[in-house]
């Protein structure tokens, strides 16, 4: 991406043809998406409550007062302040969240955006893998004879990985198949689109599991599975056999998942499912074969390898593992003195019983994600401190102590892991809106502040140390400059200096030589040597297992879920005034077939009603849409629209994720008042 400048503002932003891992192709949010950064309604200057109002301050008359507020808490003992931040932001930003929680906070208490979704992948995967660099990128879609996708739509969810698909079965003629209860993008250029019906998936992954695994040999309650998704499900068992008859035969094929298998209610087993499947296949061992998960927001997987969950330290090492602790102790020189830690619902459940008194996020706002009737409001509420570093205000906003203004990336250095495994460079285009600052600065800040400095000084300061011990993150592109190494090497223990372990490669630039440092093969896929030796052990312990869907609508009822828009990407891109021409409102898609039935039109509202609350909804009539299905867009879901789910917070026992992300509903002509 070329970001084009004028008098500090962005103006436009272009790419050059064959350049970078996308090769000059950009997506509609990156092309367009840039106006929310330089609008009004942000940020530019720090807020602190004073008799009950936010007002501005200065940095240099709110750092004091927030430090001792810090301080005092963190007297009281371990855990007692908690973290969440979001996936959108650079590796430096996270490496520095989680040092200042677990090494001057002392505290174990954070968790990330992904946990919404994309935790339910990257657990089951780390867990039989050690790492969370995918086997296969996108020069291997393109090299598969079969493709399979499941719960994903790649043009919506990773743009440039679904124009790779379109080349890999438009050019090569790889066999694509495409599981989904609607139709996608990719449909149309599917060999076989088995439609499931709404929440089937799960049980498809589950049974195609077991046949694969077991050779065909399936017990008879396997056969009566099976039979049940012909018969409930919508299976078209031709389509099923011809898929199972390419992926046991092809040489090399793929298997593609996303957000919408990451949100299902049995997300954590299917994964799991999957990763047998794709064992049984030989894919583990054989080059060009795998797993891609596409992961929901820029920076899922970067923020993940840097440790910024309670599950994991950086590196992906266990944050609650003693030899773990003391590697890293050894590593930083300090005591990791945090308590057990915990995640989202973790957090939720302390500062209920008052284990917690401080809440400090970064660009995350756990009240729009949960119904008005979860309390979550009222659970923050009782809160000593609520610190949130944010561009734009939002309903945790309101209730903050402390609000500070955060630079957007186009105004400052980052470094960001594609869903290929790439590690990617963003440099600064335009000076910080107001007086905001990156996140690791705020954060240095604070710890200043507190009397317990970091030390970081810049953000290439806080890259030159995630590089000391994690060296295989050293920036690299498919046609760029690349590290020498095996995936995953970890420098804890004498750490070298980044420099010292690539080869330098003399080269003529301008008739003076320079020195560089350059590998032939990128590391940004996993080793597979390793991730399969790992994996053979993880395989041995369980089969596949069945999972069933709850969610199967009765008499005259559908069900309703939130998806992901072409158009955006979170909350963010909703004031940007670019994508909103192209898209201003969240509309219910509803089959076509269904709208004429029941005489709805294009643009007329409906209400849906659930056992939890009701919401009206413009309509849109969609060919693509499963006759008991009805999906709208997640960015723009508000209180109204979230009124009908469960009011309970209900997540997962396995990976703490919220479960309840479909709900039974029924529809009726009228609108509510």
Same mark, same amino acid.
């Given at each position: 991406?070329h970001v ?8 436009r ?8 891992p996308?090769?000059g ?12 950064v330089?609008t ?19 940095w ?17 003992g ?12 650079? !590796?430096e930003d ?6 200042f929680f677990?090494?001057v906070?002392?505290s174990?208490?954070?968790d ?14 780390v ?20 493709i399979?996708?499941i719960?994903?739509?790649?043009v919506?969810?990773?743009n440039?990985?679904? !124009?790779?698909?379109k080349?890999?079965a438009?050019k ?5 198949y ?11 250029r599917a *060999?076989?689109h ?8 799960s ?10 695994? *077991?050779g065909?040999?399936l017990?008879s309650?396997?056969l009566t ?6 018969k409930n ?5 031709g389509a099923?056999?011809? !898929? ?5 035969t ?7 998942t996303?957000?919408?298998?990451f949100?299902n209610e049995?997300?954590n ?6 990763m047998k ?23 899922d997987l970067g923020?993940?390898?840097?440790g910024?969950?309670f ?7 266990d ?20 308590? *057990? ?19 400090i996020?970064?660009g995350e706002?756990?009240?729009?994600h949960f ?10 509420g009782?809160?000593?401190l ?5 561009m734009?205000q939002?309903? !945790?906003v ?14 400052r ?8 495994g ?13 007086? *905001?600052l990156p996140?690791?600065?705020i954060l ?25 011990f ?9 046609n760029?400059?690349h ?5 995953g090497d ?6 070298l200096?980044?420099s ?13 030589v ?5 590998a032939e ?5 996993a080793?597979?040597s ?8 993880w ?8 999972c069933? $869907?709850?969610?199967i609508?009765?008499e005259?009822?559908f069900?309703f879920?939130m ?7 979170g ?11 192209i898209q ?13 039935k ?5 643009g ?6 659930s056992?939890y609350g ?24 508000d $209180? ?6 469960p ?14 992300r ?8 009228e609108?509510?008042?």
């Open positions: 991406m084009e400048t004028e008098n500090e503002s962005i103006v932003v272009t790419s050059k043809e064959g350049l970078g996308n090769e192709s950009i997506c509609v949010v990156g092309r367009f998406g840039f106006n929310h330089q009004p309604q942000r940020f530019d200057t720090p807020y602190m409550r004073v008799e009950h109002r936010l007002v501005p301050a200065s240099e008359e709110l750092l004091p007062e927030l430090g001792n507020r810090l301080n005092a808490i963190r007297r009281k371990t855990d007692r302040v908690a973290g969440l931040i979001s996936p959108r932001v650079s !590796l996270a490496y520095a969240f989680q040092s677990r090494k906070l002392k174990n208490m954070i990330t955006g992904a946990r919404y979704g994309f935790m339910n992948a990257a657990l089951p995967i867990e039989a893998t050690g790492t969370l660099r995918p086997l296969v990128d996108h020069e291997d879609l393109l090299k598969a004879k079969v399979l996708l719960g994903t739509d790649p919506a969810e990773s440039i990985t679904g !124009l790779f698909l080349r890999a438009r090569n003629r790889a066999r694509l495409v599981v989904d209860s609607e139709a996608i993008t990719l449909s149309n *060999s076989d088995i439609r499931v019906n709404p929440g089937g998936e049980l498809f992954v589950s049974v195609l599991s077991e046949e694969i695994v *077991s065909g040999n017990t309650e396997w599975r099976k039979e049940e998704l012909f499900w919508n299976v078209d068992p099923y056999q011809r !898929l199972v008859h390419d992926l046991k092809a040489e090399t094929g793929v298997l593609v996303g957000r919408k298998m949100r049995k997300a087993q299917s994964i799991k499912n999957m499947m794709i064992g049984s296949l030989g894919w583990m061992e054989r080059e060009g074969c795998g797993i891609l998960p596409i992961p929901e927001t820029a920076n923020v993940l390898m840097m910024a969950t599950e994991w330290l950086p590196g992906l090492l944050a609650r593992n003693e030899s773990s602790r003391k590697k890293w102790e050894s590593a930083w020189g300090t005591s990791l003195s945090y308590g *057990s830690g915990g995640g989202l619902g973790q957090i939720l459940q302390g500062i209920e019983e008052g284990k917690i008194n401080a809440l996020t970064i706002n756990p009240i729009g119904p008005s009737g979860s309390k979550v409001r009222q659970i923050l009782k809160l000593d609520i610190v949130s570093l944010d734009f939002n309903e !945790l309101d209730m903050a102590h402390f609000v500070l203004p955060a630079s957007s990336s186009f105004e250095v980052g470094h960001f892991v594609s869903v290929e790439f590690v990617q460079k963003s440099v600064q285009t335009m000076a910080h809106w107001g007086e *905001s996140d690791w600065e240095e800040k604070i710890s200043h502040a507190m009397g317990s400095p970091m030390g970081f000084d810049s953000a290439e300061s806080v890259m030159q140390e995630i590089l000391r994690l060296p295989d993150l050293s920036p690299s592109t498919r760029g400059e590290f020498v190494g095996k995936t970890i420098h804890l223990v004498n750490p200096s980044p010292s372990l690539l080869p330098n490669v003399e080269e003529k630039v301008n008739g003076s320079s020195r560089r440092k350059i093969v990128p590391a940004h896929k080793n597979r390793s991730v399969s030796a790992r994996f053979a052990s395989n041995e312990k369980d089969k596949p297992v069945l069933e $869907s709850g969610l609508p009765g005259g009822e069900i879920s998806t992901k828009s072409l158009f955006h990407s909350k963010m891109t909703l004031q940007d005034p670019n994508l909103k021409k201003s409102e969240g509309k219910l898609r509803i089959n076509r077939q269904t709208a004429r029941r005489k709805i039109k294009k007329e509202k409906i209400t849906l009603s056992a009701r919401c009206s909804f413009i309509v849109e009539p969609s060919p693509m849409v499963s006759e008991f299905e009805l999906l709208f867009p997640e960015h723009f879901a $209180s109204q629209v979230l009124a009908l789910f009011p309970e917070i209900a997540l997962s026992p396995e990976t703490g994720t919220p479960t309840t479909r709900i039974r509903v029924s529809l009726s002509n609108t509510v008042s």
